[in-house]
């Protein structure tokens, strides 16, 4: 049985160090049974809130849940395909659950992992214990040994901004529609952080998670701005290899949430951090935690993906902020050293994606705007901003200004762009950021979820004036269209840059 040390408390931890090594391979031997765990009451036991998260690798994934009682509860999973009849065979196996008491909220919070998954293989699972079960869910696993990797982002959906919770719950159960239709192969779905408008409201929390969508792909969740001031976020989503030190927080020890985790999927390195935290050395903390993972483990990937929620090369209303341009002091130059190749961040509302930036310049002063085809070498990296996932809020774009940041002027080959965007847009309609791992290329794809019909809150309630490609637009290309595509030839394993940027059509379908 493997274990991962950074979801799972010491004692659950020796627990299943007592387990029979035979669980490794889930469905291959019975284990232990759901007579495992005895919770007395269990017809009063009410589950809400199940959300599918991320594990340590492809082989895990994390459950979260809220309970109406303490008791002791499990997940239960197997193979889809030995269940009769929706039951669950005697040979499936469970896993201990972690409970605690909700801080502020009432009532308690779950999660525990799944271990020693197969790769292409369709499971179902369910959390509570005996007499006491939630409706039975599925997600399936892909290929494991292959270079191919494709994952979605979502930036802020940020249900309740627009101040009506159910026309951003609707906005945001469409995205993911739209999106998982079309990328039904998708193996994360990745946050931008700002998940609900105000951190400790669960009628936000309960529509941001109403879609079964949340149950049968794993989230990578982020912490957001809005998401802070309250322990809703951690109790709601348990992350792997977590380290809640303080100056990974901001806010006092009573409410503060988040950290800086990591997870690695097939040959993709993964960072999250808790970008609310940047003052009292936190920017210095991050960049060491950063780097303690890149020399862990960045070796054992082709590429190291970062996320996190407020974006430095911000295109709309905090492209200012200050927190922003001491972040700009602090990360770009570590980032490069550090070999990121692609960064993702929400807070904005808008899209952008930047040209390939070396050290908080421009690496190459001939790449053009809007090139749909770039070669990164040593030390460049892409930053992407995304858009509202959601249609709860949306901030136009802003003119460059140098009275408030010298340091982020206009673009000289696009003078309405700040100089670090290759593309800035906002048409006020859903979008969400497809990226595709193929080798050494990465493919980057804004695309969107919606047009100027609901469901779309902001323009819904009058809180934008137009809709669409340009200003005064009434109307938005078709939803599943794209508004930007590029693809980043990167380095292979050798040291070489991959500059061909022919015949990519094949390996793209």
């Not at 509302?349 to 040593?378: C, F, L, M, T």
């Not at 136009?396 to 673009?411: E, H, Q, R, S, Y």
């Not at 080798?439 to 979820?449: F, H, M, P, Q």
């Amino acid at each position: 049985m493997k274990l991962n040390k950074g979801t799972q408390s010491p004692g659950h931890v020796l627990r299943r160090v007592a387990m029979s090594a035979t669980a490794a391979a889930i469905g291959v031997t019975a284990v232990f049974g759901s007579g495992l765990v005895t919770t007395a009451h269990a017809d009063s036991l009410k589950l809400t809130g199940i959300v599918l998260g991320v594990g340590a690798n492809e082989t895990q994934r994390v459950v979260s849940w809220y309970s109406s009682a303490g008791t002791a509860q499990v997940i239960q999973v197997a193979p889809t395909a030995k269940l009769v009849k929706g039951e669950f065979p005697a040979s499936a196996v469970t896993f201990s659950a972690t409970v605690a008491a909700n801080s502020v909220n009432g009532g308690y919070n779950g999660h525990a992992t799944i271990d020693g998954l197969k790769q292409n293989t369709s499971y179902s699972y369910r959390v509570g214990a005996e007499d006491a079960w939630s409706p039975t869910y599925s997600f399936t696993t892909q290929d494991f040994n292959g270079n191919n990797l494709d994952f979605l982002f979502f930036g802020d959906p940020q249900i309740g901004s627009s101040g009506n919770v159910a026309k951003d719950g609707a906005g945001w159960e469409d995205t993911l529609n739209v999106a998982l239709a079309a990328n039904p192969k998708a193996e994360l779905l990745v946050s931008g952080g700002d998940q609900v408008e105000t951190a400790n409201t669960e009628t936000q929390w309960d529509a941001f998670l109403a879609s079964d969508k949340l149950r049968q792909y794993p989230w990578a969740a982020t912490i957001g701005n809005h998401d802070v001031g309250g322990r809703a976020y951690e109790q709601h989503f348990w992350t792997p290899n977590t380290d809640r030190s303080a100056p990974y927080y901001n806010g006092s020890a009573a409410t503060r949430s988040g950290g800086d985790y990591w997870f690695k999927y097939k040959n993709v390195l993964f960072i999250d951090i808790n970008s609310n935290a940047y003052t009292n050395g936190s920017d210095a903390a991050h960049i060491d935690y950063i780097t303690n993972v890149v020399k862990e483990h960045g070796a054992d990937a082709k590429h190291t993906v970062l996320i996190y929620h407020h974006a430095i090369y911000s295109p709309a209303a905090h492209a200012n902020d200050n927190d922003n341009k001491q972040r700009r002091q602090d990360f770009p130059t570590a980032f490069s050293k550090l070999g990121v190749d692609l960064v993702l961040q929400g807070h904005d509302h808008a899209y952008s994606r930047s040209y390939v930036i070396k050290n908080g310049q421009k690496a190459n002063q001939d790449e053009q705007p809007g090139a749909d085809s770039v070669v990164k070498g040593p030390g460049g990296v892409i930053y992407v901003t995304a858009n509202s996932a959601s249609g709860s809020k949306y901030y136009d774009l802003t003119a460059p200004d140098v009275t408030k940041d010298p340091n982020f002027g206009p673009d000289p080959l696009n003078p309405k762009s700040h100089w670090a965007n290759s593309v800035e847009n906002q048409e006020h309609v859903r979008t969400y950021v497809r990226i595709q791992v193929r080798g050494n290329k990465l493919v980057v794809e804004n695309i969107r979820s919606s047009t100027c019909a609901a469901p779309n809150a902001a323009v819904e309630l009058g809180q934008v004036k137009w809709c669409g490609p340009n200003n005064g637009a009434t109307t938005a290309p078709a939803v599943g269209s794209a508004v930007d595509k590029v693809v980043i030839h990167t380095q292979d394993n050798k040291g070489n840059e991959n500059k061909s940027a022919a015949a990519e059509s094949d390996w793209l379908q």
